[in-house]
């Protein structure tokens, strides 16, 4: 099982972002963390990398019930979606498979949660 949903798109890294956003809020998804990879790891550790942004995206309503059925599920909260820069100067976008994350909890009702996101994750990568 492959654990990202994943396209490759002709935007750049910031307009790319920018629609993310967009089309995770049409989904009751807000960003509630932006990670600047690129100026993080410059700033830490020196290191030079392409655009690379990490968006930690959060549906209110899906993340209340998976801690509702399991406070431990919290671990895998928020869900990360990743834009960055190949070397080929690609733009590409990776969201978190939820079913595949979430597939050692042994609950149907996390599981129907996982699917919920995941249905919604594949329509906004198709979208972006």
Do not use: W
């Not at 654990?3 to 798109?9: A, E, L």
């Not at 498979?97 to 198709?126: C, G």
């Amino acid at each position: 099982m492959n654990f990202v949903i994943k396209k490759h798109v002709k935007s750049s890294v910031p307009a790319t972002v920018e629609k993310l956003k967009s089309l995770l809020a049409q989904k009751g998804f807000g960003v509630i963390s932006e990670i600047d990879v690129q100026a993080l790891m410059a700033k830490k550790l020196g290191a030079k990398y392409r655009p690379h942004v990490i968006l930690g995206a959060c549906n209110p309503n899906f993340s209340n019930s998976l801690l509702l059925l399991d406070k431990d599920a919290g671990v895998f909260l928020p869900c990360n979606i990743v834009v960055y820069e190949t070397e080929q100067g690609e733009t590409t976008v990776s969201a978190i498979d939820p079913v595949a994350a979430m597939q050692h909890v042994k609950d149907s009702k996390v599981a129907e949660i996982a699917q919920s996101v995941r249905e919604a994750f594949e329509q906004i990568v198709k979208n972006v």
